[in-house]
């Protein structure tokens, strides 16, 4: 089995920065990419941004150049880095695994953290 624990969010202060970092746990092979979405209140979840094993990544336009996503492969890590923070950014945000394959061979599919709330302080 795999979990994935995220760092509790705070409060999101408009212009300020915050981080998020999420460590998954298990007998761990190899993961492809590691991501996060978020969801506000009556709206869909959506992807913030994600990063493939090889360190290739993808924003939203919303977080595109305020945001960045990184990833230690050796401690199977990832690191959300949130700067130039809006209201529209409050919302819980989720880590995801899109794909694991543990040392055992076995595979997992679309691993889900349990969500960390970002709140605007504002």
């Known amino acids: 089995q795999v979990q994935l624990v995220e760092s509790e969010g705070g409060l999101a202060q408009p212009g300020g920065s915050l981080s998020l970092s999420c460590a998954a746990s298990?007998?761990?092979?190899?993961?492809?990419?590691m991501g996060w979405y978020r969801q506000a209140p009556g709206k869909q979840r959506e992807l913030v941004a994600a990063i493939t094993a090889s360190g290739s990544t993808n924003y939203a336009d919303s977080v595109q150049g305020r945001f960045t996503n990184s990833r230690d492969n050796a401690k199977n890590t990832v690191l959300l880095q949130m700067n130039s923070l809006k209201p529209g950014d409050t919302a819980v945000y989720y880590c995801?695994?899109?794909?694991?394959?543990?040392?055992?061979?076995?595979?997992?599919?679309?691993?889900w953290g349990q969500g960390t709330q970002v709140v605007d302080s504002s």
């Open positions: 298990g007998s761990i092979f190899a993961i492809n990419a």
């Open positions: 995801n695994i899109d794909r694991v394959t543990l040392s055992n061979k076995t595979v997992y599919w679309d691993i």
